[in-house]
T-cell receptor
Framework: QKEVEQNSGPLSVPEGAIASLNCTYSDRGSQSFFWYRQYSGKSPELIMFIYSNGDKEDGRFTAQLNKASQYVSLLIRDSQPSDSATYLC????????????FGKGTHLIIQP | IAGITQAPTSQILAAGRRMTLRCTQDMRHNAMYWYRQDLGLGLRLIHYSNTAGTTGKGEVPDGYSVSRANTDDFPLTLASAVPSQTSVYFCARRGRAFFGQGTRLTVV
């Protein structure tokens, strides 16, 4: 069974610091990986995706992928109170049939 | 703005009643999905459809059915609602899983 694991948190980070969110996945066939941010009562919104090993940067966000270790991470630099949310990691095995497999999410709190 | 529209946004439903959650997209994407989200359990796939006329079962399909008569509409039906189906339901499209705004369903 495909699984994506995340620490549920809460993860508390001071404003301005780097928030580091981690995720592991069980399916070695997973080809692409996604990070979603979800505010309470809202739908998830995509903030980053990554396909290749290494780092991918977009503004204050950096996604990191290590397929050998089956590990994905998201770094948020210069954390802001507006970054406080639940972050969902998801893996896509491709093939068209299965949709994404989601982790249960990490609750991030940025302390002003 | 292109996207996915779900209706209703919230609903209180008596147990045993039939309910259809509507999902409409205006992006003409082939693959569509229904997820439910529950506290402590995360997002779980209920059913999916890769193209009009085809559907498939996800992780938690029991008690739900879907249809895909055309590309744009992907309704989810609860034939006889039970309290364990109380959840937030999201319709989404493939790939980067663009989500609708969700339907909060309470079965009493």
């Amino acid at each position: 069974q495909k699984e994506v694991e995340q620490n549920s948190g809460p993860l508390s980070v001071p404003e301005g610091a780097i928030a580091s969110l981690n995720c592991t996945y069980s399916d070695r066939g997973s080809q692409s990986f996604f990070w979603y941010r979800q505010y309470s009562g809202k739908s998830p919104e995509l903030i980053m995706f990554i396909y290749s090993n290494g780092d991918k940067e977009d503004g204050r966000f950096t996604a990191q992928l290590n397929k050998a270790s089956q590990y994905v991470s998201l770094l948020i630099r210069d954390s802001q109170p507006s970054d406080s949310a639940t972050y969902l990691c998801a893996a896509d095995s491709g093939g068209g049939a299965d949709g994404l497999t989601f982790g249960k999410g990490t609750h991030l709190i940025i302390q002003p | 703005i292109a996207g996915i529209t779900q209706a209703p946004t919230s609903q209180i439903l008596a147990a045993g009643r039939r309910m259809t959650l509507r999902c409409t997209q205006d992006m003409r994407h082939n693959a569509m999905y229904w997820y439910r989200q529950d506290l402590g359990l995360g997002l779980r796939l209920i059913h999916y459809s890769n193209t009009a006329g085809t559907t498939g079962k996800g992780e938690v399909p029991d008690g739900y059915s879907v249809s895909r008569a055309n590309t744009d509409d992907f309704p989810l039906t609860l034939a006889s609602a039970v309290p364990s189906q109380t959840s937030v339901y999201f319709c989404a499209r493939r790939g980067r899983a663009f989500f609708g705004q969700g339907t909060r369903l309470t079965v009493v």
